[in-house]
C-alpha cells in the first residue's frame, strides 16, 4: 500500500502480574466491600424516602377527595332538609 504508514496500529495489551502483599490482600477486601454496603444503604434509603414521597403525594389527594365528598354530603343533607 502506498498510505500503509497511516493506517493505525492496534493497540496491544499489555498484562502485568501484579502482587499483593497478603496483609493488605484482606484489607482491600473489607474496604471495597464496605463502601459497597455504605452505597447499598444509600440506595436503599433514597428508595424508601421516594417511596415516602410518592405515599404523602397520595394522601394528600385522597385527603382532597375527602373534604369534597363530605362538602357534597352537606349540601344533598341541606337539600334533602329543607325540602
Known amino acids: 500500500m502506498v498510505f ?4 493505525r496500529k492496534k493497540n496491544k495489551e499489555i498484562t502485568l502480574p501484579l502482587e499483593v502483599p497478603k496483609e ?15 452505597e447499598n444503604v444509600k440506595a ?17 389527594t385522597l385527603n382532597e377527595r375527602i373534604i369534597m365528598i363530605e362538602k357534597m354530603v352537606k349540601e344533598l343533607y341541606s337539600m334533602a332538609k329543607s325540602s
Open 4 to 7: 500503509g504508514f497511516l493506517r
Open 44 to 60: 436503599k434509603v433514597d428508595l424508601v424516602l421516594t417511596q415516602l414521597d410518592s405515599l404523602k403525594t397520595q394522601y394528600e
Open 24 to 38: 493488605l490482600s484482606g484489607l482491600t477486601k473489607t474496604v471495597s466491600s464496605e463502601t459497597t454496603s455504605v
